[in-house]
């Protein structure tokens, strides 16, 4: 007599994509922090010249935008394994993704105006100028993604319980929280904070740099992956949010210290930036996954 082996109900067979989406994921953010290092690497190269936005500036934003727009296809299918019923129960997962989130909103704000009060009061300069280009950062930063957040209309996932991830709606993220997916302000914060700090400690205490890049870097891309299990933002947010936080936290400080003598600096820090040239940075970008 034949037995028949076959398991009723069992699951279907994982698609190649589907197995290997988080690891691209994880590679897309991760691009953030390389090329982010090696745009304000330090070079034997001085600039010339008081410009702030270079060649490799656009070679890095067309790497963004490409990113994000190769995400879209994976939102859906990294929206479902993130969240699935395994994942959601697990309370590790849960605190873990929560007290993330938090360090970064509020939590970005209140260190960065510690670390600038501890330094105007202690006289400590360099601490004081991180504390306040941070801060600056991140509020810059954070107004333009709540900008585009705000005209895209982006539903979020949880809105369609992961099914419609081009859902968007014209200027719809404007009275809707709901429609504010687009991109990231979370991950816009924490990828803000983590390429100024990097960006100013390199400059200020170069040797410390080795393992600053990675700790703030490594953070940023946790907060990234957390608003994506939380189900509030999808992947191409994600990416998105992490290339405008990066460019600006850059920005913001090789302008500073290209010109140590700008209105925001004269009025809130004590003591003027040190005019340190901001050094040009050779450029890659890691494509292979």
Same mark, same amino acid.
């Given at each position: 007599?034949?037995?028949?082996?076959?398991?009723?109900?069992?699951?279907?067979?994982?698609?190649?994509?589907?197995?290997?989406?988080?690891?691209?994921?994880?590679?897309?953010?991760?691009?953030?922090?390389?090329?982010?290092?090696?745009?304000?690497?330090?070079?034997?190269?001085?600039?010339?010249?008081?410009?702030?936005?270079?060649?490799?500036?656009?070679?890095?934003?067309?790497?963004?935008?490409? @990113?994000?727009?190769?995400? *879209?296809?994976? =939102?859906?299918? @990294?929206?479902? %394994?993130?969240?699935?019923?395994?994942?959601?129960?697990?309370?590790?997962?849960? /605190?873990?993704?929560?007290?993330?989130?938090?360090?970064?909103?509020?939590?970005?704000?209140? +260190?960065?105006?510690?670390?600038?009060?501890?330094?105007?009061?202690?006289?400590?300069?360099?601490?004081?100028? !991180? #504390?306040?280009?941070?801060?600056?950062?991140?509020?810059?930063?954070?107004?333009?993604? &709540?900008?585009?957040?705000?005209?895209?209309?982006?539903?979020?996932?949880?809105?369609?319980?992961?099914?419609?991830?081009?859902? *968007?709606?014209? !200027?719809?993220?404007?009275?809707?929280?709901?429609?504010?997916?687009?991109?990231? $302000?979370?991950?816009?914060?924490? *990828?803000?904070?983590?390429?100024?700090? %990097?960006?100013?400690?390199? +400059?200020? &205490?170069?040797?410390?740099?080795?393992?600053?890049?990675?700790?703030?870097? $490594?953070?940023?891309?946790?907060? #990234?992956?957390?608003?994506?299990?939380?189900?509030?933002?999808?992947?191409? =947010?994600?990416? @998105? #949010?992490?290339?405008? $936080?990066?460019?600006?936290?850059?920005?913001? +400080?090789?302008?500073?210290?290209?010109?140590?003598?700008?209105?925001?600096?004269?009025?809130? !820090?004590?003591?003027?930036?040190?005019?340190?040239?901001?050094?040009?940075?050779? *450029? /890659?970008?890691? @494509?292979?996954?």
């Amino acid at each position: 007599m034949k037995c028949d082996t076959r398991i009723s109900g069992a699951l279907p067979a994982r698609s190649p994509l589907m197995r290997h989406s988080r690891f691209v994921l994880l590679a897309a953010l991760t691009i953030s922090a390389i090329d982010a290092g090696s745009l304000s690497a330090q070079t034997t190269a001085a600039l010339d010249n008081k410009s702030l936005f270079t060649r490799n500036d656009a070679i890095l934003a067309a790497a963004f935008a490409g @990113l994000t727009v190769a995400m *879209f296809p994976l =939102d859906k299918e @990294l929206a479902e %394994t993130l969240n699935n019923r395994v994942s959601k129960t697990n309370r590790f997962l849960n /605190r873990a993704a929560t007290g993330v989130e938090v360090i970064t909103d509020p939590g970005s704000l209140v +260190i960065g105006a510690a670390l600038y009060t501890y330094g105007r009061v202690a006289h400590k300069t360099n601490i004081e100028a !991180l #504390g306040w280009h941070g801060t600056e950062s991140i509020i810059l930063a954070g107004t333009t993604t &709540w900008i585009l957040k705000s005209i895209a209309g982006r539903a979020r996932p949880y809105v369609s319980k992961d099914t419609s991830p081009a859902d *968007f709606q014209l !200027l719809g993220g404007f009275m809707n929280g709901d429609r504010q997916s687009f991109p990231s $302000g979370h991950t816009t914060t924490a *990828f803000a904070a983590a390429s100024a700090v %990097t960006s100013q400690v390199r +400059i200020i &205490w170069p040797g410390h740099t080795w393992f600053v890049a990675p700790a703030m870097y $490594g953070g940023a891309t946790l907060v #990234g992956l957390s608003r994506m299990y939380h189900d509030k933002h999808w992947a191409s =947010d994600v990416v @998105l #949010g992490a290339a405008i $936080g990066t460019f600006t936290g850059i920005k913001v +400080i090789r302008y500073t210290h290209e010109h140590p003598n700008n209105r925001w600096d004269r009025a809130v !820090l004590k003591n003027k930036v040190s005019g340190t040239p901001i050094p040009v940075a050779t *450029f /890659r970008i890691p @494509l292979s996954f």
